[in-house]
């Protein structure tokens, strides 16, 4: 994260004897990302955050990725894919998208997740509907529709709902942040961001928790283990740095407008490897006295794009089957654009009243079970309203 954060107790000096009321000392962890060459955080725990009594391999199937091929522009509706009545933010996610940099899952939760962390790279939360506590190690974190959550690699966490909860999560094979292009070489947020430090919110208090035998899961490279820890994770009385998880809500983002069409890199709200996320938002639109306020067709010959539409009216594909809910998938290679006839209907508009989450990414998207069971067959000849028999 670019600024630093202090929560609960911690000593005045990093590393020297901190101790608990009974005169013992509290076990340090420092966590860090890029070995020691880069963001960190020193927490200190009641326990021992190394004492496992237990691992076992967890056995997982997400099912096979499938390359999109024959190359087709695709839509997804999310709303079509069932959950039990128990699922959690963890163990019930659907994957619909992946590659070797990112993997793309939904879920409508209902029920407590296991303790979780991800050891392969951070994680991103966008909250379609509904809202939750997230408990990690730093603290808690209550979310609700409209928030971005990032959590930090090897972050332990666990989503409780608050009745029903829609996310999408992107599992990153690296780390997740603000643009470099808003930052300052300290990390300062710059003016010209569509962002700060006001509009983001971390822990601000340690969650303590009791408990012996804790079952957590982890993902990493090779699969899931479970570890038990002698003792619960959640013991941390303290901790001060700059790695943490955050959250940020969309309606936060302020757009950036210009007299023509501005590109969709003005929107950008976050950086992954080799992928991007960004913010389409209410917003007032071009105001050239000849602008076309709608998107120009375009060729991204060096990413896939992906739309999850979450609000409002998304003015460029109106009469295409798009809803709230849905996902488009425009990949390279094929040239998109709006709807038929909707670049000479958007003339002389002045506000356009949409939210939509975008992720482009820089290697091809393939097709996971829960893409396979929402597609809307007939989205790729939106465009020639004609089938491929005419």
């Known amino acids: 994260m670019p600024y630093y954060r202090r929560v609960g107790e911690i000593p005045h000096k990093r590393h020297t004897q901190f101790r608990n009321p009974e005169g013992g000392l509290y076990a340090e962890e420092l966590m860090g990302v890029e070995g020691f060459s880069n963001d960190s955080a020193l927490l200190y725990h009641r326990g021992l955050p190394t004492a ?19 190359l087709k522009p695709r839509h997804f509706k999310s709303q079509d894919l069932k959950f ?14 992946g590659n070797a940099d990112v993997t793309i899952g939904f879920v409508v ?7 979780y962390r ?23 974190l209550d979310v609700a529709d409209g928030d971005y959550v990032v959590i930090p690699t090897s972050c ?14 992107l599992e990153a094979r690296g780390h997740v942040g603000p643009p470099k292009r808003y930052l300052s070489n300290k990390g300062q947020f710059l003016e010209h961001s569509p962002y700060c430090e006001r509009d983001i919110r971390g822990p601000e208090a340690p969650l303590l928790v009791e408990g012996e035998d804790v079952e957590v899961l982890v993902r990493h490279r090779a699969g899931l283990t479970k ?22 809500n969309i309606r936060d983002f302020e757009p950036i407008t210009g007299r023509v ?22 917003r007032k639109v071009d105001y050239h006295p000849e602008s076309i306020p709608v998107p120009y067709n375009h060729a991204n010959v060096d990413s896939d794009e992906l739309m999850f539409y979450v609000g409002g009216n998304y003015e460029a594909r109106k009469g295409s089957g798009i809803s709230i809910g849905s996902l488009s998938l425009h990949p390279s290679g094929f040239t998109h654009g709006p709807q038929p006839g909707a670049a000479e209907a958007s003339i002389g508009a002045d506000y356009f009243d949409e939210t939509a989450v975008m992720i482009d990414t820089f290697a091809p998207l393939e097709l996971g079970e829960a893409a396979d069971a929402s597609e809307d067959p007939g989205y790729a000849w939106t465009w020639s309203r004609r089938g491929p028999n005419g």
């Open 84 to 97: 039990g009545a128990d699922a959690n933010a963890v163990d019930d996610r659907r994957r619909l998208f």
């Open 109 to 115: 939760a209902t029920a407590p997740s296991p303790l």
């Open 118 to 140: 991800n050891a392969i790279g951070d994680e991103l939360l966008y909250v379609q509907r509904g809202s939750a506590r997230l408990e990690t190690i730093y603290g808690v």
């Open 227 to 248: 570890y038990t820890y002698a003792t619960h994770p959640f013991d941390v009385v303290g901790w001060d740095g700059c790695l943490y998880p955050w959250v940020f």
């Open 156 to 169: 332990t966490y666990r989503v409780i709902p608050n009745g029903e909860i829609t996310l999408m999560a």
């Open 52 to 70: 496992i009594v237990d691992a076992v391999a967890v056995p997982e199937d997400r099912g096979p990725l499938q390359p999109n091929h024959p």
């Open 261 to 282: 069409h501005q590109p969709p890199p003005v929107h950008q709200t976050f950086e992954g490897p080799n992928f991007v996320v960004c913010s389409f938002c209410p």
